[in-house]
């Protein structure tokens, strides 16, 4: 390009400049595709669970700036306005416009919720966000929903989670047998088959269970989280990997007539809103884990894998349970048939450039 | 809560809701925090490297429909306007508003740039965005770009790339003696440490170099771009991890000046939309890697790892490439002291959950 050329195009570029910012506005359209909206959102989780409620606060901090503050999303805790567990149907029954939880809290309803949160041993957390947003993962999911009114759009991610904390370590299947352990969902469903016996209990509760010796065990989420509930000081064994929250996914889910009503600039400033978040949760876990567990470790925390003939077992067992709830839940079905040929497509290229340069860093890390 | 309250609550959204549609709106202040504007972007990738150049275009489409087209963004491919390795000084010298590239094409002028792009043996792609957002990656970054009247967000990640196509397979280090590799920037440098005569080929002439053997081998990015260019029939051994690019990051660039003129809502909006484009693209690789990989290997490729002892000679190369560079480089320095500590902290968490999950799934792999 000669400099003459340059020259002309960066002058042409003020003039333009100026002239745009001079210019004068549609301000109908403006109006119309912009009107000023208040919102309420309604978080799964407390408040102290800082990286998931935060998560809500984030999206509603990202829609506000977004809109120089004409789209405006109030949010609660779980609890405030509606119990954690029920963040799903509140949008769902429209008490709220939007709620920013797991859907597989609705488990009960339907295990194929599931599918908008994690199957335990699927994709891992980055895959999970391909299945949702490249695969047919968010269509599938949709589908689903409009049958409960709502819309999602995936808006967080924790990383793979951890197996929780024994006061006995476990070294083999048989160790798992008569386990009183507080784990929800489909965890607890598969973890039953060998024996386990499934506790639900809030957070709050499970501490002082651990400690009197009611529970043996307690699943709760990643280092920064375990954590603040101070389980270290009454069940030292702290296994590892949580393969039943191996990508869980956090949703923003939007009650569907609202989400109708909403011009398509409000739609589209949702879905990028809730596409930062979904990637700062999982960057926040991932920069906050490592001095966390450092910090469990000297507060005595005994770091142990799953024995392979555990998670061997419990795979097995989870396959059991996908297998018979498919043979009666067709939509299940169709979730699992689209997230399983995903899952083995993944893992066979994950293994390959990802999962060696991974091994490779790791064997190396004491001369980082 | 109560059913009254409930249809009490219901009523006030309903009543509120209409109001708001009815609302008359602040106008003015509506056109100043959102005024037309009409920008150029040009990419660093031809239109062929679909996703990459595609992550421009998304940016664009993403801008364009959360302002309801009010702040549009052209994209050119780069050589349309700009050579694609001169994107960052186009944007800095405000050839152009803004441009889609790795900052580490701008090696030349000082090796720091390397970190708005990615560090060979460094953080993987999810490690990186969290150095980037959560530690102080791209503060480090805007402080240093400042000087060349440039504002970066990280708006891309590749994954992990391949190790590249060499036509014969590598067994040890002695074989990367002598060999005329296409690699450019810092890798290149450390394969030198080991004999290899590192070129700077556009892809264009990387094939017909290959074929005729004035070329002994060639990397480029993942499957999915690899397998566009062909070089499957001209150079079998497709080795791997390409620890070079173990993570890279593609960036939005904005010149500073723009950047500060524009209205606080138009940097919202480029933050999460190059966030959303960061996860869009790492998901659109890792969706479609699979399939491509599968289809090489059915045209011949010979899938290999870089030998260990290749892969240790490497990282200590690596190694003092970079304490040589920080020496004499005091910028260069202040970004490998974070990056490194991060670095160290990222690997000994990783270990534990992730890695160990994904371990049992590959292992699985066969049964999924």
């Avoid at 340059?6 to 359209?29: D, N, S």
């Avoid at 998560?55 to 977004?66: D, F, M, P, S, W």
């Avoid at 609890?79 to 149907?89: M, N, R, W």
């Avoid at 919720?113 to 391909?130: E, H, I, K, S």
């Amino acid at each position: 390009m000669s400099k003459d050329t340059t020259m002309r195009r960066r002058a042409l570029l003020k003039t333009a400049g100026v002239g745009l910012l001079a210019a004068t506005f549609p301000m109908p359209a403006i109006a119309q595709s912009m009107p000023e909206l208040k919102w309420r959102l309604t978080s799964a989780v407390p408040k102290s669970l800082a990286t998931l409620y935060g998560g809500g606060e984030r999206l509603a901090k990202n829609v506000a700036e977004a809109t120089g503050g004409r789209f405006q999303i109030q949010c609660f805790a779980g609890g405030e306005i509606v119990p954690g567990l029920q963040a799903f149907d509140a949008v769902s029954n429209g008490t709220v416009e939007c709620g920013h939880t797991f859907t597989s809290y609705s488990i009960g309803r339907d295990p194929s919720f599931v599918f908008g949160t994690v199957l335990p041993f699927g994709l891992n957390p980055r895959q999970t966000y391909a299945w949702l947003v490249q695969g047919d993962g968010n269509t599938l999911l949709n589908d689903f929903f409009q049958r409960h009114n709502a819309y999602a759009i995936p808006a967080g991610n924790t990383g793979v989670q951890m197996g929780g904390w024994f006061r006995k370590e476990i070294k083999e299947a048989a160790d798992l047998s008569g386990l009183k352990m507080r784990i929800p969902g489909l965890g607890g469903q598969i973890l039953a088959k060998l024996g386990v016996v499934p506790q639900q209990l809030a957070g709050g509760d499970v501490y002082p269970s651990l400690e009197r010796g009611t529970l043996d065990a307690a699943e709760w989420s990643s280092p920064i989280d375990d954590e603040k509930l101070g389980f270290v000081r009454v069940a030292k064994f702290y296994h590892f990997p949580g393969w039943w929250d191996c990508g869980t996914n956090m949703s923003l889910v939007v009650n569907l007539d609202k989400w109708r009503e909403l011009p398509a600039v409000y739609k589209a400033v949702l879905h990028q809103a809730s596409a930062e978040v979904n990637s700062w949760m999982q960057s926040k876990y991932d920069a906050e884990n490592p001095a966390a567990l450092r910090r469990l470790i000297v507060a005595g925390a005994m770091l142990k894998p799953f024995p392979k003939d555990v998670m061997e077992k419990c795979f097995q067992a989870a396959q059991e349970t996908y297998a018979e709830i498919a043979a009666t839940n067709p939509t299940f079905k169709k979730f699992l048939d689209s997230y399983s040929a995903f899952r083995r497509d993944q893992y066979a290229w994950w293994q390959v450039a990802e999962y060696s340069f991974d091994t490779f860093m790791i064997q190396q890390r004491n001369r980082l």
